[in-house]
């Protein structure tokens, strides 16, 4: 052969090999991209999203609620002013969020296993070590927001954070491990979607605008007491789907005592009651509205509840 066919051959015999590795490598960067793409999705399943949702939907409404009365009339009330004072809390409650319901899912790995197998954890999608830095980094990063911007009325979102991090801790964690405890938990998640929630952060939106003057005192009783209410609720269906894993990892909940169909005709009459309450006492505060504009969207409030009240009904039928 001469040295030109010699040559061919030879890089013949190249170029599939570096086909090969070429494939390998693209291979290999398609699996770490994958990897990469996978870890924020893993984060925000570990997060609970449906908290979250829950949380910015209560502080929002809370500061609405707050700001009612003097909508229109109040020198401090500008929109924009609002809106950062509202983010400020909300950012940092969000996080504390990730923080608890982190907690709670890294100390019920072993139930969870059984109840709620598809969980980063118990799914081998997050490790134990990955979800201690982001339930110790979330905590630590709502304690450096709210420092780091320290808008006026700061100690009442700081004690409403802090109480919120440590009823979260005892709920979950030993030794205390409230969960355990039927009244106890029932107690605290009251405590923290009622008082905590709804008292503390009308208290921070109400100092921090300077119009604590200006609205009724009673106005954050009448939410905390809604809330409180609705927390019951939440405590009492909450364990209804768990009741296997309870039981199996001793979890003495109220519907592993009672049964959970027991357990959610008793949260569904409270849920009733609830909604026929909130129905009836927007339907009078209509009748009494000083204007159109309040007397029709109290009006709107009232049919709503009903509404959930009827559609809650035809669920129970089916």
Known sequence: ????????????????????????????????????????????????????????????TVHLFAVAPVI?????????????????????????????????????VEIDRQNKPYLPIPSGRLSLTSAWIVVLSSLFLAEAVTMCFQPPGLPYLQLALLSSAVLGSAYSAPPLRLKRFPFLAAFSIIVVRGIVVNMGFYAFIVDALGIAGEV???????????????GLVIALMKDVPDVLGDRANHIRSLSVRIGPAKALRIASAVLKLLLIATGFAFAVGAGTAESLLRATLRGALAFAALLFLKLLRHEEKK
Not at 30 to 44: G, H, Q
Not at 79 to 91: H, K, S
Request: aromatic share 12%; hydrophobic share 45%; net charge positive.
């Open 72 to 108: 229109g009339h109040a020198p401090n009330l500008h929109v924009v002013r609002f809106a950062c004072l509202t983010l400020q809390a909300l950012v940092p409650a969000m996080l504390v969020n990730v923080y608890i319901t982190g907690l709670n899912q890294i100390f019920d």
């Open 216 to 230: 009724p005192a009673g106005r954050s009783v009448l939410a905390a007491t809604f809330f409180a209410v609705f």
């Open 1 to 60: 052969p001469t040295f030109a066919s010699k040559f061919v051959r030879r890089k013949l015999r190249f170029v599939p090999r570096a086909a090969c590795g070429q494939v390998v490598s693209s291979t290999s960067t398609t699996s770490s991209l994958e990897k990469f793409l996978k870890l924020p999705k893993t984060i925000w399943d570990f997060t609970r999203p449906h908290t979250l949702i829950g949380t910015f939907l209560s502080i929002t």
